[in-house]
């Protein structure tokens, strides 16, 4: 093959025919699909602030249901079909999260619950866990240091 | 040079070698294709009864091997060879499938290009006066290569339109030294061909280069022109490998246009049933050639046909270190006539 075009050529030339993801059509989709989401997840914040929880108890409260209708969804196999059409839009907020923790639970529960369910489960969302809870440490660290 | 071989890669049958069964069973999506009058069974939900993806394409392999075998008339006993292999790690569908059958195995690996792969084998030991009857199967199945090589199927995630869709299902034919054809006449065996390209999303821009390699040395070793078929049909290069194989090729000088396709674009209506660049996985080139090929050369429709099953050597591990895709392509040149 490399005495008809050299692998740069090549690789130059798949680019140029391969056709590309619709950036403008996605983007609006994302927009308006993570939009929605997180206007449900604003809906529960003043549902609960209503009720005169304070501050840190609604944050908390919003993102447990939020996580919970992630989860749910995923369960009933509509997550991902939300996924295929809005993309980042549903990636991105916590919704999302709880997706990539559930969908290899689900995939991998055939492996059985040790083995299966709680080797895999993180496998998406680990490296998430891993860098977020490290740069939180090391955040931490800065913010204790630069109180002096 | 040995007596048989002709040319570098290629190989002359000299006895003939029928192809005188072929089976498919093809998963739902599949079955709403266009060639759904052409399988012989679509199974209703990807699982099938069973409790794993595993377990339903171990089945799907094991069900048509059983169809093959009662198409063709044989007896298990009868069976000198198999010659199966599948996408899941240490070929389990394959080797599961067929535990039970009490019948020599050989296990290849070619990732997509197995159907080819088994068949260039199996015409070579039938020829060689090795094997009376030996029948060429392999599987692959949307959820368990879904599983293996990319994510979980519930994770909401976007794929590329370069994208393909891994055909569940199973497919395979049986060779034999009786029979009244068709008749498969050369046998090329592709080198391993790797253009650089890394993104395991673009299986076809891959593959493309390999399935170009191996037609072109096909038609120099035999001496044979591309009009010489009615069909030159690759495996699974999808939209965007089929363009790029045809391009290639006529900048060669090898006009194939009129006689070309690609099973990954036939398996799927590429409009309506949201397959991106079309079918793929060993399943693609199994179930397209033994359905409706098959069929098609056995009315007379279709008389020299070139069946160039594509592979991607990939495994997650080399993707995950950044190796670029090792390709292949093995042809097959099948004859309703012996000359």
């Known amino acids: 093959m490399q005495n008809i075009m050299t692998k740069k050529e090549y690789q130059e030339y798949v680019n140029k025919i391969s056709p590309n993801s619709k950036i403008l059509r996605n983007t609006v989709r994302a927009f308006v699909v993570g939009g929605l989401i997180c206007v449900v997840g604003q809906f529960f914040t003043n549902a609960f602030k209503a009720r005169g929880l304070d501050e840190t108890s609604v944050a908390g409260l919003t993102a447990m249901v939020m996580i919970f209708l992630g ?53 998406i969302s680990g490296p998430v866990l891993v860098y977020g809870i490290t740069v939180s440490v090391i955040a931490g660290i800065l913010h204790y240091l630069l109180r002096f | 040079m040995a007596e048989k071989r002709n ?3 290629t190989v002359k049958i000299m006895n003939p070698v029928s192809i005188v069964s072929s089976a498919s069973i093809v998963g739902p999506k599949e079955g709403q294709g266009p060639l759904r009058m052409y399988f012989d069974e679509i199974i209703e939900d990807e699982l099938w009864g069973e409790k794993s993806w595993e377990k339903a394409e171990s089945k799907l392999l094991r069900e048509t091997f059983a169809k093959i075998l009662n198409k063709g008339k044989k007896t298990p006993d009868e069976i000198s060879y ?15 499938g067929l535990r039970e059958s009490g019948i020599p195995v050989f296990g290849i690996y070619g ?43 519930e994770l909401g995630s976007q794929r590329p339109p370069t994208a393909q ?29 790797d253009m650089g390209i890394k993104d395991a999303n673009n299986m076809g821009g891959a593959m493309a280069p390999a399935a170009v390699d191996t037609i072109m040395t096909h038609f120099e070793d035999t001496g044979l022109q591309p009009e010489y078929y009615d069909l030159i049909l690759t495996g699974d290069l999808g939209a965007v490998g089929s363009r790029i194989c045809e391009e290639l090729l006529a900048d060669q000088g090898y006009d194939i246009k009129e006689r070309f396709n690609d099973c990954g674009l036939m398996i799927y209506d590429r409009k309506k049933q949201d397959a991106h660049a079309g079918g793929s996985g060993c399943g693609c080139s199994a ?25 991607a050597l990939l495994s997650t591990t080399s993707a995950q270190q950044g190796e670029s895709i090792p390709c292949i392509a093995h042809a097959v040149s099948i004859s309703r006539d012996f000359d």
């Open chain 2, 111 to 153: 990732a997509c290009s197995t159907m080819t792969e088994s068949m260039s084998l199996g015409a070579m030991l039938v020829d060689g006066g090795f094997a009376d009857n030996v029948v060429c199967i392999t599987s692959s199945h949307f959820c368990s290569a879904e599983k293996q090589f990319r994510f979980p199927l």
């Open chain 2, 287 to 311: 179930t397209v050639f033994a359905s409706y090929v098959y069929s098609e050369i056995q009315k007379g429709n279709l008389n020299n046909v070139l069946f160039i099953a594509t592979g």
């Open chain 2, 165 to 193: 869709w891994t055909v569940t299902g199973a497919g395979g034919v049986m060779l034999s030294n009786q029979g009244t054809g068709p008749y498969i006449r050369y046998v090329t065996t592709g080198k391993i061909v």
């Open chain 1, 71 to 123: 989860a749910l969804l995923t369960g009933l196999n509509i997550y991902d079909e939300i996924g295929r059409f809005a993309g980042a839009g549903s990636i991105i907020p916590i919704t999302g999260f709880a997706n990539s923790i559930v969908a290899p639970a689900m995939e991998f529960k055939s492996e059985g619950y040790v083995t299966g369910v709680g080797a895999k489960m993180f496998v």
């Open chain 2, 82 to 96: 198999i010659i199966a292999g599948d996408l899941l790690n240490q070929c389990i569908s394959a080797h599961f």
């Open chain 2, 7 to 9: 040319g570098r890669q």
